[in-house]
Nanobody, 125 residues
Framework: QLVESGGGLVQAGGSLRLSCVASGRTMSPYTMGWFRRPLDNAREFVAVISSGGDTTYYADSVNGRFTISRDNAKNTLSLQMTKLTPEDTGVYYC????????????????????WGQGTRVTVSS
């Protein structure tokens, strides 16, 4: 089970830190990703981190503003978001890809096997 937290309302230019805690099994062997669903739009890729944490990849829209990280000892995935804009508004989901090869950075939702319930982020202008 994946449980996200940390969402909320923030003004444009502000920052938020999202967390995702895995329970029931360790997440250390798995590639982990963050996705978001903007209002009335499809789920879109945000960021991904390899199982060892040595490889990350970001969507162009967040590159340089967001940082994905993981603490395998705490079974926790994080997303530090800075310089937020209203376009970052949406429900943010963490996901686990249990079949990814080491070092892989999948970006398509269908490649992920487990999902959290999401946490809402609203950025006001």
């Amino acid at each position: 089970q994946l449980v996200e937290s940390g969402g909320g309302l923030v003004q444009a230019g502000g920052s938020l830190r999202l967390s995702c805690v895995a329970s029931g099994r360790t997440m250390s062997p798995y590639t982990m990703g963050w996705f978001r669903r903007p209002l009335d739009n499809a789920r879109e890729f945000v960021a991904v981190i390899s199982s060892g944490g040595d490889t990350t990849y970001y969507a162009d829209s967040v590159n340089g503003r967001f940082t994905i990280s993981r603490d395998n000892a705490k079974n926790t995935l994080s997303l530090q978001m800075t310089k937020l804009t209203p376009e970052d508004t949406g429900v943010y989901y963490c996901a686990a890809d249990i079949q990814a090869l080491p070092g892989a950075v999948p970006t398509a939702p269908h490649e992920y096997d487990f999902w959290g319930q999401g946490t809402r982020v609203t950025v006001s202008s």
